[in-house]
């Protein structure tokens, strides 16, 4: 089961911590001002959303709570929502003591990237220029959050993702900075980007952003938006952050080779969504290539009569092969059709959502 009716209903209606913020500066300065004496468009309300996804994080919650700032400069509103994937202890309970108001709960744990769509389509409703996401451990620095929405409040991007610095995090082995590293590097020649670390959950996005990214994994959202990110040429910058200690282990993964496994699984995936003509010509040619192989030797050895005979078998592999050329061409042409469809219905996606 998803998370209950009455639950997202009761999180609209009344369910995020709304932080107090600074009230409203009414005076008029010579800033206030045009050059001409005139008054200056006043700036539009700023409104940052902060969403925390949780599994039985009732002892680490409280650190997170306690430590997002409750003034940013050039923000006017800040409230957090809560999401409670089918967490069994007393999360949810946590959250409404320290007077969050947004509480989204699943009834059986669904999975980061569900609780990310989730988080996102109630910040949308709920009219948020920016949505912070962080964790539930309390291992981002929270304090960060005003350099980490800087570079959207001043427009220079739509999506900023933090940079651990996993060369200087101690609790990671040999092994998990390389996979780390390599991880980064693979997601960003398949979107074009130059992020320092990929993984990091501890990011913030525009409402602009927002619209346009559509999570289809049901692994972790993390290596496909920013996939999504790079293919739809929306900006993107990371900031350097320093982690906080580690207090648990992962609940995400049993160990780092199903970790391993998921993440490029789903880097493949919206790969093939993006670029599945590059795929599956990539794929042809080599195909093609080799299947010719069995007829030119077939052809060099005709004629040359060095080894007399049918050689039957080799020209039967190299027909499956060029079979399986031809297959690639016409599995690339659909593939890019059903990618233009997908466009066309992600355009009437955010056009919808752009009227909330």
């Not at 427009?155 to 900023?160: L, Q, R």
Request: overall charge neutral; some cysteine; charged content about 20%.
């Amino acid at each position: 089961m998803g998370p209950s009716v009455s639950d997202l209903e009761g999180g609209r209606a009344s369910l995020g911590l709304r932080l107090p913020s600074a009230a409203p500066d009414t005076t008029m300065d010579a800033r206030d001002r045009t050059e001409d004496g005139e008054e200056a468009p006043k700036r539009a309300p700023v409104k940052v959303m902060v969403q925390i996804p949780c599994l039985n994080e009732e002892e680490t919650l409280p650190l997170v709570l306690e430590s997002i700032p409750r003034e940013i400069p050039g923000v006017d509103t800040i409230e957090v929502i809560v999401i409670d994937d089918g967490s069994t202890d007393g999360t949810r309970r946590v959250a409404e003591e320290h007077g969050v108001r947004h509480v989204i709960v699943h009834r059986r744990t669904m999975g980061l990237a569900r609780s990310f769509h989730d988080g996102v389509a109630l910040a949308l409703e709920s009219g948020a220029d920016i949505l912070v996401n962080t964790d539930g451990d309390n291992q981002y620095p929270q304090n960060r959050i005003p350099d980490l929405i800087e570079p959207i409040l001043t427009g220079a991007a739509e999506i900023v993702i933090a940079d651990r610095q996993t060369d200087t995090i101690t609790h990671f082995s040999p092994l998990k900075k390389l996979l780390q590293r390599l991880g980064t590097w693979v997601v960003n020649r398949v979107s074009g980007t130059d992020l320092p670390d990929a993984a990091s959950g501890f990011r913030a996005y525009s409402r602009y952003s927002l619209t346009r990214l559509n999570v289809v994994t049901e692994f972790s959202y993390c290596m496909e938006t920013i996939i999504q990110a790079g293919n739809k040429r929306l900006a993107t910058v990371s900031v350097p952050v320093t982690t906080n200690p580690k207090l648990r282990e992962s609940r995400m993964f049993n160990n780092i080779w199903q970790h391993v496994f998921r993440s490029m699984s789903a880097i493949v995936r919206a790969y093939v969504m993006y670029k599945p003509r590059t795929l599956f010509t990539a794929l042809g040619v080599v195909l093609l290539a080799l299947g010719a192989v069995p007829f030119v030797r077939f052809g060099y050895l005709a004629a040359t009569r060095v080894h007399p005979g049918g050689h039957v078998q080799s020209l039967i592999f190299g027909t499956v092969l060029l079979m399986g050329a031809a297959l690639s061409a016409v599995l690339g042409v659909l593939a890019d059709l059903i990618r233009v469809n997908r466009i066309l219905l992600e355009e009437g996606l955010e056009r919808d959502r752009s009227r909330h």
